[in-house]
């Protein structure tokens, strides 16, 4: 007695939803893998890592919080922690405000404006290396045209500047400030030209000044 074949069972054909969205895994995942092992992993590790004591030979030992106790009265992280806050407070407002006064400059119809646009960005996407080496040239203090420049208005003890102990943080906050500015021009210049032209119009006919009006 002949017996006939079993037929094979279809496959369900998959949702366009979920097709869709493993797509959309598919692109999100290198990313991710990368940030993990390279961004997350080593963060957690560090956290972990405060409240133990290693050499990177022996093995790792629990100590709690001794470690954040003996920062308290390390006089190099105070240091540190002082320089940091300092820099902070300095050049955090002085970036945003010229940023804001740079922004508003260049979105005024000059001649020549995408141009500043330009130089005013390209120190953000420039090497930091670069642009670090030409800051150092800037400031050097023996060859540093800045220096050269206070010499012959008869300044006798010139600043070491970067290489300074008191002068050093005079140094890196105008460079921080220069660097960044770039970004957070163009930031500005996309709100300022969001703004609806007929705002500015409507505050001048009510009798505002250019003041009120930005």
Known sequence: MATKPVAKSERKPMKK???????????????????????????????????????????????????????????????????????????????????????????????????????????????????AAVWNMIFSPSMGPVNMILSALGVENLPRWAAGKETAMLTVIPFSVWKNIGYYMVMYLAGLQGTNPELEEAAELDGANRWQVF
């Open 17 to 131: 939803e979920t097709r869709n969205t493993l797509i959309a895994y598919s692109f999100i995942a290198p990313n991710f893998i990368g940030f993990c092992i390279f961004t997350l992993v080593p963060m957690v590790f560090a956290i972990a890592l405060a409240f133990c004591s290693w050499d990177g030979v022996n093995a790792i030992e629990f100590v709690g919080i001794q470690n954040f106790i003996d920062l308290v009265t390390d006089k190099t992280f105070l240091a540190a922690f002082k320089n940091t806050i300092v820099y902070s407070l300095a050049v955090v407002p002085l970036t945003l405000v010229c940023a804001l006064g740079l922004a508003v400059l260049l979105n005024q119809p000059i001649k020549g404006r995408s141009f500043f646009r330009t130089v005013a960005f390209f120190p953000y996407v420039a090497s930091l290396v670069a642009v």
